[in-house]
């Protein structure tokens, strides 16, 4: 593929984790939520990030080093089917999907189906049926923690 091939992929991809967020920015308020009340910007919010991101940066690092034969053939693979889409992708457009990404899925996971609400508690709610969820109801059981309205 060339890079304006790639330049449709970012776009789709970018345009779609907009969507996501808005989507969160429209049901959220519907559910009484407030999507970003629970962010915190704080020197303890960056250092619980940083903590749970390195392991995962190592355990990436020793993927794209290891020797081992297993590991090499997924990261030989992963490389193969990405390179196409990512030939002409400028460093700017993969830091732009992702961080729309991150946005994007924690407002609408995080921020709405993961969240408790004052409005899922209510009996009768398909999310809470008179308990107030953390996750969102599959069928007639909630899937995750929840209290009593």
């Known amino acids: ?42 020197a303890a919010a960056l250092a619980y990030g940083l903590a749970a991101t390195l392991p995962m940066l190592l355990v990436l690092w020793w993927c794209l080093r290891t020797g081992w034969a297993p590991m090499r053939r997924l990261v030989r693979l992963a490389e193969d089917q990405l390179r196409p889409y990512l030939a ?7 830091v732009l999907l992702s961080f729309m990404a991150g946005i994007g899925e924690e407002a609408l996971f995080r ?25 969102r109801r599959i069928g007639s059981r909630c899937r995750t923690r929840c209290w009593p309205a």
């Open 88 to 94: 002409g992708a400028s460093t700017g457009g993969i």
């Open 1 to 42: 593929m060339h890079s304006g091939s790639f330049s449709r992929l970012l776009v789709a991809g970018v345009v779609s984790e907009c969507a996501l967020l808005v989507a969160a920015l429209a049901i959220g308020p519907l559910l009484g939520l407030s999507l970003f009340a629970r962010l915190q910007v704080n």
């Open 111 to 135: 921020g709405v189906i993961q969240a408790p609400s004052p409005s899922a508690c209510r009996a009768g709610s398909p999310w809470g049926s008179g308990r107030c969820c953390s996750a």
